[in-house]
T-cell receptor, first 116, second 111 residues
Framework: EPEVTQTPSHQVTQMGQEVILRCVPI?????FYWYRQILGQKVEFLVSFYNNEISEKSEIFDDQFSVERPDGSNFTLKIRSTKLEDSAMYFC??????????????FGPGTRLTVL | GDSVTQMEGPVTLSEEAFLTINCTYT??????LFWYVQYPGEGLQLLLKATKADDKGSNKGFEATYRKETTSFHLEKGSVQVSDSAVYFCALRFTGNQFYFGTGTSLTVIP
């Protein structure tokens, strides 16, 4: 069964460093998302991406964040200068084309980011 | 704004016990409601959903009914198994692409 994969599973970085979190969505999917979950808090929407551009973003997704689909398979989230409060689990998700699939997003296992 | 509140965990049950995980929501209008499950080391998987009031979503013995009058979508299972041990997330989608999730409820089922 196709699945969304994410690498690395755990990333430790120093405050102020740049990190890139990587995701490989399901191959025929067209819509891509990033969410994050700070420990003990809700899973929060960050951004959605379609047709090579951001379609929606939340207040959390400020200028420190960027997303990119550098090739036909990867979808990345970059944090330019990490802060302690960026420590969280980051989930990538994708969904397929067409109205019947509108509701279901398929999630990856997450990348745990720890900023020291 | 739109939001979801779900029962705090962790929850520990014996095998074959009855499970309820409460979920209530706040939304202007009529959102679609979901339960996602995350097994250890895996991603969030859609467990069940309901798209309008009084709909019942069901899968793998789990059920949840969309109750507009109480703005709730409680998850239930009559007899849990050890393999049901996971984290359960209630979520809603109203407008746009984004989902609003609860904090997750960790369930451990002991033999």
């Amino acid at each position: 069964e196709p699945e969304v994969t994410q690498t690395p599973s755990h990333q430790v970085t120093q405050m102020g460093q740049e990190v890139i979190l990587r995701c490989v969505p399901i191959s025929n999917h067209l819509y891509f998302y990033w969410y994050r979950q700070i420990l003990g808090q809700k899973v929060e929407f960050l951004v959605s991406f379609y047709n090579n551009e951001i379609s929606e973003k939340s207040e959390i997704f400020d200028d420190q964040f960027s997303v990119e689909r550098p090739d036909g398979s990867n979808f990345t989230l970059k944090i330019r200068s990490t802060k302690l409060e960026d420590s969280a689990m980051y989930f990538c998700a994708s969904r397929g084309p067409g109205v019947p699939s509108y509701n279901e997003q398929f999630f990856g296992p997450g990348t745990r980011l720890t900023v020291l | 704004g739109d939001s979801v509140t779900q029962m705090e965990g962790p929850v520990t049950l014996s095998e074959e016990a009855f499970l309820t995980i409460n979920c209530t929501y706040t939304a202007t209008g009529y959102p679609s409601l979901f339960w996602y499950v995350q097994y250890p080391g895996e991603g969030l998987q859609l467990l069940l959903k309901a798209t309008k009031a009084d709909d019942k979503g069901s899968n793998k013995g789990f059920e949840a009914t969309y109750r507009k009058e109480t703005t709730s979508f409680h998850l239930e299972k009559g007899s849990v198994q050890v393999s049901d041990s996971a984290v359960y997330f209630c979520a809603l989608r109203f407008t746009g692409n984004q989902f609003y999730f609860g904090t997750g409820t960790s369930l451990t089922v002991i033999p």
